[in-house]
């Protein structure tokens, strides 16, 4: 079963930034669209980048301008740069990654971001 992998979460402050990464616990193929979602507690989960395999980006209103989508395709690795960070953005954030051909959804176990005031 291929995993993806969040790293880089962690607390902030208000107004900080923060750096998270994600890729497959093992490359076994090929993957189309990658993208971060978020869970707050009490929410539900919410999209906050997308990113097709050329480049296209996608972001919810509430990130634009302060969250930037990448990723590195060679390494099959998608990264979600967090500048300007506010409280409410503190949730947990998961990583998706979608296979190439099937349309198959692989979900990460999640990475906890605190933005403190």
């Known amino acids: 079963q291929v995993q993806p992998v969040e790293s880089g979460g962690g607390l902030a402050q208000a107004g900080g930034s923060l750096r998270l990464s994600c890729a497959p616990s093992?490359?076994?193929?090929?993957?189309?669209?990658m993208g971060w979602y978020r869970q707050a507690p009490g929410n539900q989960r919410e999209l906050v980048a997308t990113?097709?395999?050329?480049?296209?980006?996608n972001y919810a209103d509430s990130v634009k301008g302060r969250f930037t989508i990448s990723r590195d395709n060679a390494k099959n690795t998608v990264f979600l740069q967090m500048n300007s960070l506010k409280p409410e953005d503190t949730a947990v954030y998961y990583c998706r990654i979608t296979r190439w051909g099937s349309g198959f959804n692989y979900w990460g176990q999640g990475t906890q971001v605190t933005v403190s005031s």
């Open positions: 093992r490359n076994i193929f090929r993957i189309s669209d």
């Open positions: 990113i097709t395999s050329g480049g296209s980006t």
